[in-house]
């Protein structure tokens, strides 16, 4: 299967509402990355953990490599966070590939 | 910040062409990388490069060549190009052991 899976493949929130973003990995990474693709097709970095978890603002995202999973949670919803977030994540026998899930589109409803 | 800049930002080319899409970092990173962007399928990666002179196969490299003359300059070359490699590209670059990515603005590619 896809060695990295993301949960859901879309969302849609109210302003104001939080909710969190699931990233799974068939098999042992390095660390993972968090971005952000706006309107503008821009690819924005978020986060990246090699484990544990950070906060910036209203995001804040968790790396358990244990149990092969990261999350991002997103709280008080705006309407410029609508875009889709990628994860992504360095193979652990290759250092330098560094590979995307799908993505989840979130939309942010007024 | 880090800077990497991709050109074209828009192409346009026939079937049987030969194209060419540059990208350029000025931050001395080790580490560049080529992906496609298409609905339904993300990010896949077709080379990458981790120094001046190397290029490396990705997931889908196929119909792709890479060239690294530089420590700056990362190249994606389509010798034969066809409809099907219509699609976005993205560029990126990061260095060797600061986990973090930067992106180009990416290059929209149309192969008619």
């Known amino acids: 299967g896809m060695p990295v899976e993301q949960n859901p493949p879309a969302l849609s929130l109210y302003e104001g509402a939080e909710s969190g973003l699931r990233c799974n990995f068939s098999t042992t990474m390095k660390g993972v990355q968090w971005f952000q693709q706006n309107h503008r097709g821009r690819l924005i970095t978020l986060f990246y953990l090699a484990q544990g978890t950070k906060e910036n603002g209203r995001l804040k995202s968790t790396f358990n490599s244990k149990e092969r999973y990261s999350t991002l949670h997103i709280k008080d919803a705006q309407l410029e966070d609508s875009g889709t977030y990628f994860c992504a994540v360095k193979v652990d026998t290759n250092a330098y590939k560094v590979i995307f899930g799908k993505g989840t589109h979130l939309h942010v409803l007024p | 910040e880090a800077a990497v800049t991709q050109s074209p930002r828009n192409k346009v080319a026939v079937t049987g062409g030969k194209v060419t899409l540059s990208c350029n970092q000025t931050?001395?990173?080790?580490?560049m990388y080529w992906y496609r962007q298409d609905t339904g399928h993300g990010l896949r990666l077709i080379h990458y490069?981790?120094?001046?002179?190397?290029?490396e196969k990705g997931d889908i490299p196929d119909g792709y060549k890479a060239s690294r003359p530089s420590q700056e300059n990362f190249s994606l070359i389509l010798e034969l190009a066809t409809p099907s490699q219509t699609s976005v590209y993205f560029c990126?670059?990061?260095?060797?052991?600061?986990?973090?990515?930067?992106f180009g603005s990416g290059t929209r590619l149309t192969v008619l």
């Open positions: 990126a670059s990061g260095d060797r052991g600061k986990e973090t990515l930067y």
């Open positions: 490069s981790y120094g001046a002179g190397s290029t």
């Open positions: 931050n001395n990173h080790n580490n």
